[in-house]
């Protein structure tokens, strides 16, 4: 089942530390791909037929955003397997209800405008990691032809035709790239959007595109140019593999002694979070398609978070959890969301020895962590929450799950196939 069919939004992690995880575990689909994926569905005359998406919590929220705008959408959890087909004329007005409720809602705003002309969506919610404003999306559909009207908690934006334009970003926001890049798939002429973001999901998404009739050239680069079409087509589309998943559990291995190899991944997706882990003191095997982790030494790094290729922001919560074991004094800087370090006050009750200045974290190691109990502030935070606990002595409970549950696929079953002490505890054990 997805996690929001679960019989409460207040459950709870229960961890108890001290035990090497060792094992196997096979990879979902990425969050951050499947989400832009079903909502580019909304541009396909046509079906369009998803398969390895993530059992997580933001795809049933999605579907309900799409089938709010007229999308027929079937969810296959146990298959992993999504079916969208927008009507003739997808509905322009996306209920606000689901919209505030994930992030990536605002996805449907690029392809709306594009399929349709017209597009209204309240402000979309999700982590509070920082500010995330719109102003990159909505200068770009400006400059392609577009007008904006913006009311309180809601934006509506009209088009009677896009039309092609140089679109410089200046920052490569992914959520401005996805969107513009959708909206110009429908326009007339061609688009240039310089300083795009790079993410390996983006190039999921453009190579989905291009399946379905698209015509994008540079993908993967810095400058994306898409030629408008007519229309696009039905396509069946695996998603990417998830990367910050795979990242995730291979810090847990790390910080825990273990040895664990991870399959359906693409190491190439991880390069600079590989090199780092392997600077700490950590032994990578890759495989073409599969890591293997263990345990080693563990030496202070320092790291900044960046847009891809740089170190992921989605990893740093939980990196900062390894550097905890760390011998030597570790940097973290944070360049991507000012509120990522909310994370440090629940790891320093915990006993960590964290410095915050700034952008600039230090993480002094090693530290004995002590279990104790968290809140899981953000889809990440929860997530490194729970893997401090599992090198902490005593129990850790992990508070505010149901944001982990956003972004990780059966998180607490694929830990306890590990060797991991941990369980999920409903809210009458709430304290």
């Given amino acids: 089942m997805f996690p929001d069919q679960l019989p409460t939004p207040t459950d709870h992690f229960v961890v108890r530390g001290g035990h090497a995880l060792r094992g196997t575990i096979r990879l979902s689909g990425a969050k951050n791909s499947a989400l ?8 396909c005359e046509g079906t369009v037929e998803l398969s390895c998406v993530p059992r997580i919590a933001d795809v049933p929220v999605m579907a309900d955003v799409l089938r709010g705008l007229g999308v027929e959408v079937t969810l296959d959890p146990e298959a992993e397997t999504a079916s969208l087909t927008a009507t003739a004329e997808p509905d322009w007005h996306a209920p606000a209800d689901a919209v505030t409720r994930i992030r990536a809602s605002i996805s449907c705003l690029g392809p709306l405008v594009g399929r349709t002309g017209r597009a209204r969506l309240a402000l979309p919610g999700g982590d509070r990691i920082g500010a995330r404003a719109i102003d990159l999306h909505l200068r770009g559909l400006e400059a392609m032809g577009a007008t904006v009207l913006e009311r309180p908690g809601e934006v509506e934006v009209v088009a009677e035709g896009l039309h092609g334009a140089q679109i410089p970003l200046d920052f490569p926001s992914v959520g401005a790239t996805e969107n513009l890049l959708m909206a110009a798939t429908r326009a007339v002429g ?3 959007i310089e300083n795009a973001a790079r993410e390996p999901e983006i190039q999921d998404l453009c190579r989905m595109l291009v399946a379905m009739g698209a015509r994008i050239d540079g993908i993967g680069s810095p400058t994306l140019e898409i030629e408008g079409v007519d229309r696009l087509t039905s396509v069946v589309w695996e998603t990417c593999p998830d990367r910050i998943e795979a990242g995730t559990y291979a810090i ?6 273990g040895d664990v190899v991870i399959e359906r991944v693409r190491p190439t997706d991880l390069t600079l979070p590989l ?18 982790i263990k345990a080693g030494d563990l030496e202070s790094v320092d790291v900044v978070t960046l847009p891809y290729p740089g170190f992921p922001t989605d990893l740093q919560p939980q990196l900062m959890v390894l550097l905890t074991q760390a011998h030597g004094t570790s940097r973290c800087t944070e360049n991507v969301f000012e509120s990522r370090f909310s994370f440090v006050a629940e790891l320093a009750r915990m006993g ?3 410095e915050v200045d700034g952008h600039h974290a230090w993480i002094r190691g090693p530290v004995q962590l002590h ?31 149901h944001h982990v549950d956003r972004g990780y696929a059966d998180f607490v079953p694929r830990l306890r196939s590990l060797g991991a002490d941990v369980e999920r505890a409903p809210s009458d054990r709430d304290a």
Wanted: hydrophobic share 50%; charged share 15%.
């Fill in 252 to 257: 847990a291995a790390a910080v825990t002694g």
């Fill in 371 to 401: 279990g104790t109990t968290l809140a899981g502030l953000d889809v990440r935070a929860g997530a490194a929450g729970t893997l401090a606990g599992l090198v902490a002595t005593g129990e850790t409970t992990v508070h505010d799950v």
């Fill in 36 to 43: 832009k994926l079903m909502a580019a569905s909304l541009l």
């Fill in 190 to 192: 061609t688009t240039i």
């Fill in 275 to 292: 090199i780092k882990l392997r600077a700490a003191g950590i032994i990578v095997e890759e495989g073409a398609d599969s890591l293997r």
């Fill in 352 to 354: 960590a020895d964290v």
